[in-house]
């Protein structure tokens, strides 16, 4: 079984300060990660995925997310924090990738400050 | 625009009545996953397709049935509604193995 924990349901930063969001997942098997973005009312629209290869991962709209193996992580990240990067965030895993589910973790809610 | 569609887009019905939401691929992709998202159980996996048959189940309650078609679409039918079925349906295609996941917008459920 395969899980996603995403530490923080709310994150804040302010305006240019860099963004953080923490994405942990456990997998019996070698993972394909995700982090997706929904903004109010819309759908899920993809930021990044890790499969194979690099392990620093540059997504759209200056996000990047580092997969490591040893720590189990894939967070988040952004240097630069742009009103426009208010929304709320999915980490999320899978086995197969393109061929099952996805699992996805609680979310993290990034509010920025003016 | 994904090329996800999904209809309709917002739905309220009263407990106990049923319920479909449509879901229609982007051109080509053979997959169809449903999710569920609430507040309190957040996204959740209900069911996958592949080119019309079942290929995988999630957490999806018996009351809940979905099907995919000779042309691809997908429908989700909710029956036997509760104040707890209240939330977001997603849909999301692909064309298969090694092959990313575009979702729809969603159709917002309101049981009342």
């Known amino acids: 079984a395969q899980s996603v924990t995403q530490l923080g349901s709310h994150v804040s930063v302010s305006e240019g300060a860099l963004v953080l969001l923490r994405c942990n997942y456990s997998s019996s098997v070698p993972p394909y990660l995700f982090w997706y973005v929904q903004y109010p009312n819309q759908g899920l629209q993809l930021l990044l995925k890790?499969?194979?290869?690099?392990?620093l991962v540059k997504g759209i709209n200056g996000f990047e997310a580092e997969f490591k193996k040893s720590e189990t992580s894939f967070h988040l990240t952004k240097p630069s924090a742009h009103m426009s990067d208010a929304a709320e965030y999915f980490c999320?895993?899978?086995?197969?990738?393109?061929?099952?589910?996805?699992?996805f973790g609680t979310g993290t809610r990034l509010t920025i400050i003016p | 625009d994904s090329g996800v569609t999904q209809t309709p887009k917002h739905l309220i019905t009263a407990t106990g009545q049923r319920v479909t939401l449509r879901c229609s691929p982007r051109?080509?992709?053979?997959?169809v996953y449903w999710y569920q998202q609430s507040l309190d159980q957040g996204l959740q996996f209900l069911i996958q397709?592949?080119?019309?048959?079942?290929?995988a189940k999630g957490n999806i309650l018996e009351r809940f049935s979905a099907q995919q078609f000779p042309d691809l679409h997908s429908e989700l039918n909710l029956s036997s509604l509760e104040l707890g079925d209240s939330a977001l349906y997603f849909c999301a295609s692909n064309k298969g193995q090694n092959y990313g996941y575009t979702f729809g917008s969603g159709t917002r459920l309101t049981v009342v």
């Open positions: 890790y499969t194979t290869g690099a392990t």
């Open positions: 397709y592949y080119n019309g048959e079942e290929r």
């Open positions: 051109s080509g992709d053979l997959s």
């Open positions: 999320a895993v899978s086995s197969n990738f393109g061929n099952e589910k996805l699992t």
